[in-house]
């Protein structure tokens, strides 16, 4: 079979790789502590649950417009309005099957073979993937530790050519659990201005914030019609397995987005939208007792990796990963995670998961009880040992 060359320049995302080795450990009868998938480990809020039970019952099982149904544009227009702070309508909104379709389409549409996409470097896998399957340049901008991984305004400004077409930001941040300042974006705010470039804001873990508010680049004078809004269901409610998610951004590109969407998943599950109306409409104490567990969870796992010799690490201020600083142990983040999860039974992930400048660094989810991440950092810490 003779493949297309573009599908020699698609990646992949390592954590169901490495979900599927610690699936096959567990399957021989090793016990895994699973901290790499970047899941929540809660059930989805009953309310949400029996709206969409109630939306199979009352027959929402057939198809509807590629961009959404109305009333669930509608009431993501009123939701993003309200926690933005902009204005919003509903033919701004495309509902998409999870969050991932929308920086597919989006690149897509914005970009051609040999432009350049400036994307955070470590940086969830996707963004890189997707600029270079559509023969674009993938141009990184390195999230520093010392700089509490956020994004260097003044690197981003020398990165930015006349082939720039897009640039892509995320916060709070996976895998560093970093975040922007209100004064990072403006300054990048400013930049898209001067050169009319294109910003992706993923803010899909904008809800699981730990200090201060969360902030959109989309609320600049003049950002708001070169921002897309990247947001969805699965982190906020855990929804991972319900693949509900959406962009928000200027009417000509939401037509063309939907025209993609509509030669691709034709559109998203109609039950399922009616359980995202119930979500964001309905009460919202589950989502703070579970923003108020992770926290819980993050300063344990933050004292107890602060507590292992040779490694560090920073304390992150959303979403539920810390990216801890394994360099002082000698070995390369691959290896150090192969050998985390064979001979400590601990699932994590390599740093250079997530990009070149992941090297020197693991990712682990706290999204696991805060007695598993206990057995962990155990675990861990006696591996670690025998690593000279």
Known sequence: ??????????????????????????????????????????DTPKNITEA???????????????????????????????????????DMVVVTPGAKPIMFFVILALVNEGDEVIYPNPGFPIYESVIEFVGAKAVPIQLREENDFRLDTGELKKLVTDKTKLIIINSPQNPTGGILTQDDLREIANIALARDIMVLSDEVYNRILYEGTHHSISVFPGMQEKTIILDGYSKTYAMTGWRLGYGVMREDLAVLIAKLQTNSNSCTASFTQRAGIEAITGPQDDVARMVSEFQRRRDVIVEGLNAIPRISCRTPKGAFYVFPNIKKT??????????????????????????????GYIRLSYANSVENIKKALSRIEKALQNVK
């Open 1 to 42: 079979m003779k493949l297309a060359d573009r599908m020699s320049r698609l990646g992949t995302e390592t954590a169901f790789e490495v979900l599927a080795k610690a699936k096959a450990l567990e399957a021989q009868g090793k016990e895994i502590v699973h901290l790499e998938i970047g899941e929540p480990d809660f």
């Open 330 to 359: 000698g070995w390369e983040s691959k290896k150090l995670a192969d050998y985390i999860l064979n001979e400590a039974g601990v699932a994590v992930l390599a740093g250079t998961s997530f990009g070149k400048f992941g090297e």
């Open 52 to 90: 969409a039970i109630k939306a199979l019952r009352d027959g929402w099982t057939h198809y509807n417009p590629s961009a959404g149904l109305p009333d669930v544009r509608e009431a993501i227009a009123q939701d993003i309005a309200r926690s933005r702070g902009i204005k919003v309508n509903r």
